[in-house]
């Protein structure tokens, strides 16, 4: 049995703010290629969001959340650092107090490792429904650069053997140790990040660049391959970078950067950009995702394309949902001034 | 602050995460929030557990600002500015009160077409309380 995605869903609170605003308030703008960003509601948190996702999935299918058998919830950004998280997403589902659910919160590579999470859930137990939400709103303190990217946004996988739209073609992963880039102390609450820019860069890149190429070559698979290469976005530069190393070119990258409307959407990042990848995807194409946390670690996986089925929300759907913040407005919702 | 205890709160997580209502057994009606007694026929205790859809339309509603908030919303109005309150008419018959969310307040419309999604309610001692809001049915789940 071939096991893949049997259906997506996604959703993009609702709010922006442009990077206008943070010129006027900052004097610059550090997010490269970022154009605007989504913003979450006051109330609005990444189990609220896991719950939307992870409900527009299973209508997707459609699929009752009785039916689900794993459930595998990523995010940054949970609202709280203990207690079990996933409980919360069930609940509003309404699914089976005995689905195996396990929460992914220490990296922006939690998506990906949600989703290897699932597949692995279905290799032992093929006619299982895993169901995986990646839901995420970084947060560094306003004066640190980093912040300037941070957006917010979700999207959530049915994972199972029946009914695919795309398929798993294979997966590799690395890790390695790397420390100074994007990391929260036990003790903070907030994001930081030393800004040893070419440091890293290296990190960025030898740690996807290894996990692709890794995958490439199991796969026996050359870059052209493949329709669309979607690759981790703390901001809209980042991904070209790893992406010319391995030998893709800008156009397979643009359907899955997410990142210049939204933001940097952190362990959300690749699910959102899978999402908007499949989107534009047609039956045939094949599609690379390749995450990254820092830390660091990265994950590759390989999906083919089998079915032209698209979800009611969709990431053009509901990124074009939108309304605008200015700065202020903006530090209010993110209790930056209280 | 409308103080309701962690195990009070608790007990309604059904009906407040995921609107599970009771159908009673002798009438067919809908009760939401949940009764003791059907509301409808008052000749009944039986009843079935039914989830409701969550769609409905605005019946009526209201403006919150400039300070009306009760304090458990306080620190929502500061940040998020006006929000709408509204009594919805579920598909199902019942007719719930609920914030709405994800709208401009100036866009609010008896009738307009709406969607339950689980929102954060208020925070008391360091507890986030979840429960549904409205917002309109386009942008739903």
Same mark, same amino acid.
């Given at each position: 049995m071939t096991l893949g995605i049997s259906g997506y869903g996604v959703a993009i609170p609702r709010l922006r703010i442009k990077r206008e605003d943070y010129a006027k308030a900052w004097g610059s703008f550090s997010a490269a290629g970022v154009n605007e960003k989504a913003v979450a509601g006051f109330d609005e948190d990444m189990l609220t969001l896991a719950t939307k996702v992870s409900a527009r999935a299973l209508e997707s299918v459609p699929l009752t959340p009785d039916k689900v058998t794993r459930f595998a919830f990523a995010s940054t950004t949970p609202p709280y650092t203990e207690k079990l998280l996933s409980g919360t997403v069930l609940a509003g589902l309404g699914a089976p107090g005995d689905t195996y659910a396990t929460d992914h919160i220490s990296s922006t590579r939690a998506g990906t490792e949600a989703m290897l999470a699932g597949f692995e859930h279905l290799a032992a137990n093929p006619t299982g429904c895993a169901l995986v939400a990646a839901a995420d709103a970084p947060m560094a303190s306003m004066w640190d650069p980093i912040e300037h990217a941070m957006g917010s946004g979700a999207a959530a996988f049915v994972l199972s053997g029946f009914a695919t739209l795309a398929e798993l073609e294979g997966s590799a992963s690395y890790v390695s140790e790397y420390f100074g880039e994007r990391f929260r102390p036990r003790e903070e609450g907030q994001t930081r990040d030393l800004n040893v820019k070419k440091f890293s860069e290296g990190s960025f890149v030898t740690n996807t660049t290894r996990a692709a190429t890794a995958l490439l070559k199991k796969l026996g698979r050359k870059p052209e391959d493949y329709a669309h290469v979607v690759v981790q976005q703390p901001d809209a530069r980042a991904p070209a970078s790893a992406a010319a190393k391995l030998g893709f070119q800008d156009p397979q990258l643009a359907a899955g950067m997410v990142s210049v409307a939204l933001g940097d959407l952190g362990a959300a990042s690749t699910p959102v950009g899978l999402a908007a990848a499949l989107e534009a995807s047609k039956v045939g194409d094949r599609i690379l995702v390749v995450s990254y946390g820092s830390g660091a670690g990265s994950d590759a996986l390989s999906f083919k394309v089998v079915s032209d089925r698209k979800p009611a929300f969709t990431v053009s759907k509901e990124a074009a949902r939108k309304e605008y913040v200015d700065y202020v407005q903006y530090l209010k919702l993110k209790g930056a001034i209280r | 602050m409308a103080h309701v205890s962690v195990p009070m709160y608790w007990r309604t997580i059904p009906q407040r995460y995921r609107l599970v209502g009771m159908q009673c057994k002798k009438c067919g009606k809908v009760n939401f929030p949940p009764k003791g007694v059907c509301k409808y026929c008052n000749a009944s205790s039986e009843f079935a557990e039914v989830r409701l859809s969550g769609k409905g339309k605005v019946h009526t509603f209201t403006l919150i600002g400039?300070?009306?908030?009760?304090? *458990?919303? !306080?620190? #929502? +109005?500061? !940040?998020? $500015? /006006?929000?709408? /309150?509204?009594?919805? &008419?579920? &598909?199902?018959?019942?007719?719930?009160? $609920? #914030? %709405? !969310?994800?709208?401009?307040?100036?866009?609010?419309?008896? $009738? %307009?077409?709406?969607? !339950? +999604?689980?929102?954060?309610?208020?925070? &008391? *001692? $360091?507890?986030?309380?979840y429960g549904f809001k409205f917002v309109p049915l386009e942008g739903g789940a």
């Open positions: - | 400039a300070g009306g908030a009760p304090p *458990e919303f !306080a620190e #929502q +109005e500061k !940040a998020g $500015g /006006v929000y709408p /309150v509204t009594i919805v &008419e579920l &598909e199902e018959g019942p007719k719930v009160i $609920g #914030q %709405m !969310a994800d709208v401009n307040p100036k866009d609010v419309t008896i $009738g %307009m077409p709406v969607r !339950a +999604e689980l929102r954060r309610i208020y925070e &008391e *001692e $360091g507890v986030v309380r």
